[in-house]
């Protein structure tokens, strides 16, 4: 089955707020715990309008057959000093990782990044979260430094690596 790409709609919304619900439960190293990540419907629509209708942030789904599979959130700030930059972060069904779906998810934030004028894309990883680790490092992001105990999850600190990567 071949996915694509593509940026979000506020028709997804439904479908989206299931994306998250599910890769946060699934996941070991994202921000939310299992069952954590329970918005209302009206605050995920407002925070997917900001998404939509700014032009300094997007987010990119993935799908197959119409199901959702996977997320990039692309979230930059609009202070003169740092619209060069933004913060990239992904996510993807457990299902469907290691099959290309964060690799095609970063390939249009790059294209998106080039076209917006930004510079640095970074990205914020648990060192424990091997495959996002290997899948920023494979699409040229490389570590800048780590941030000690940044998450505490079932009572154990965990460490980020702050990756970077620098367009033209």
Known sequence: ????????????????????????????????????????????????????????????????????????????REYERTQHETRVRIGIREHYRSKGVGQSLLNAVDAWALNHNIRRLEAVVVPQNEHAVE?????????EGEMRDKLKIDNQYYNEYVMAKLLR
């Open 135 to 143: 899948l920023f490092k494979s699409a040229g992001y490389q570590i």
């Open 1 to 76: 089955m071949e996915h694509s790409i593509r940026e979000i709609s506020i028709n997804d919304a439904d479908d989206y707020i299931k994306l998250l619900k599910d890769i946060y439960d699934e996941s070991d190293f994202m921000l939310y715990s299992p069952g954590e990540y329970v918005p209302s419907l009206s605050s995920a629509l407002k925070n997917l309008e900001h998404f939509i209708t700014s032009p300094s942030n997007t987010i990119y789904i993935a799908e197959i057959d119409g199901m959702l599979i996977g997320f990039a959130i692309v979230s930059s």
